[in-house]
C-alpha cells in the first residue's frame, strides 16, 4: 500500500516543483524557437512511443512487461531531463518548455497509447480500460501541479526564489529513496524481470538519445538546443509511468508487471545518461565564446 499511497503524492510534488521553475521566458521559448520546439515535442509524442513498440517487438516481451514499456515511452520528461539539460550546457528553457507543454498534452496522449498498448499485446484478453479516467488521473499528477506551481512562482516570486531548488532537490530524493524500498519490498519480481528488461531499456535510452541528436542536426539547430532535445527524447517520467503502470493493472499488492520497466529504467536511465551529459559538459565548455550555435 505504501508505493500506491505515496508515489503519486511524490510525483506531485515534483512536477509542482517544475511549474515553480516556468517564467514567461520559458513560455517564450516555444515562439522564439518553434522549430527546436516542433522537433522535440514531434520526438516525444511520436518517435519514443515509436522506438519503444520496435524494441519491444524485437526483444519479445510480454504482454504486461511491453505495456509497461509503452507506458514509459508515453511518459514525457521530468525534472530528472530539466536537470541532466542544465549539467549538460544545453538549452534549460528549451527543455523545461518542453517538459512543461508534453506534460499538459499527454493529458490526452499517453491515454491513448495506454489504450493501444493494452489491446495490441493483450489482446483478447484486454480488460476495459478506462481512457477518460486515466486522462483524469495523468492530468491530477502532472498538468494540475505544474499550473499550480506557476501561479506560486507568479504570486509569491520570493518563496519560489528561497524554496524552488530545495523543494525540487527533497523531491527527487524521496523519490530515489521510495524506488529503492518498494525494489527491496518486491525484489522476487524485480530479480524474476530485470534480466528481460534492462537490455530492452538500455537500447531505447541509446537509441532515442541518438535519434536527439541525429534529427537536431539535420535541422542544423544550435548545440544548446541540440542536446535540450537529445535529452527531453531519451529521458522518460520513471514517476509517471510507476503511477501510470499501478492504475492500469488495478492492484493493490506490491509491483505489478507494467510498472517494472518504469521501475527498471529508473536505474538504468543513468547508466547512459549520465556519460552522455558529462560528453555534452565537456563539448560546451570547449565551444569557444564566439563560436556559433550551430557548432556541436
Not at 26 to 40: H, N, Q, S, T, Y
Not at 128 to 157: M, S
Request: charged share 10%; net charge positive.
Amino acid at each position: 500500500m505504501l508505493i500506491e499511497i505515496v508515489l503519486p503524492l511524490i510525483l506531485i510534488i515534483i512536477m509542482f516543483s517544475l511549474g515553480l521553475e516556468l517564467g514567461p521566458r520559458d513560455f517564450a521559448e516555444v515562439a522564439l524557437r518553434p522549430k527546436a520546439f516542433a522537433l522535440g515535442a514531434f520526438n516525444q509524442m511520436l518517435v519514443v512511443p515509436l522506438a519503444a513498440f520496435v524494441l519491444a517487438m524485437l526483444f519479445s516481451l510480454p504482454p504486461e512487461l511491453a505495456v509497461g514499456l509503452m507506458i514509459l515511452a508515453a511518459s514525457p520528461g521530468g525534472v530528472l531531463s530539466n536537470s541532466a539539460t542544465r549539467l549538460a550546457g544545453g538549452n534549460v528553457a528549451l527543455s523545461i518548455s518542453l517538459t512543461a507543454v508534453i506534460s499538459l498534452a499527454a493529458t490526452l496522449t499517453l491515454p491513448l497509447v495506454v489504450a493501444f498498448a493494452v489491446g495490441y499485446f493483450r489482446g483478447g484478453e484486454a480488460p476495459a480500460l478506462d481512457v477518460t479516467g486515466l486522462g483524469l488521473t495523468v492530468f491530477v499528477l502532472t498538468a494540475a501541479p505544474v499550473g499550480l506551481g506557476v501561479l506560486v512562482r507568479r504570486y509569491f516570486p520570493r518563496f519560489v526564489a528561497k524554496s524552488s531548488a530545495a523543494i525540487a532537490r527533497f523531491s527527487m530524493w524521496l523519490f530515489l529513496v521510495t524506488i529503492v524500498a518498494a525494489v527491496i519490498a518486491n525484489w522476487q519480481a524485480f530479480a524474476d524481470n530485470i534480466g528481460a528488461l534492462w537490455p530492452v531499456l538500455i537500447a531505447l535510452n541509446a537509441t532515442l538519445l541518438a535519434v536527439g541528436c541525429l534529427t537536431a542536426s539535420l535541422a542544423r539547430l544550435p548545440a544548446r538546443d541540440m542536446t535540450a532535445i537529445a535529452i527531453e527524447t531519451g529521458t522518460q517520467n520513471g514517476a509517471l509511468g510507476i503511477a501510470v503502470g499501478l492504475a492500469v493493472a488495478a492492484t493493490s499488492t506490491g509491483l505489478p508487471d507494467p510498472t517494472l520497466p518504469s521501475v527498471i529504467y529508473s536505474i538504468t536511465a543513468w547508466i547512459l545518461t549520465m556519460p552522455f551529459v558529462l560528453w555534452r559538459r565537456s563539448r560546451s565548455s570547449s565551444l569557444p565564446a564566439t563560436a556559433p550555435d550551430g557548432v556541436a
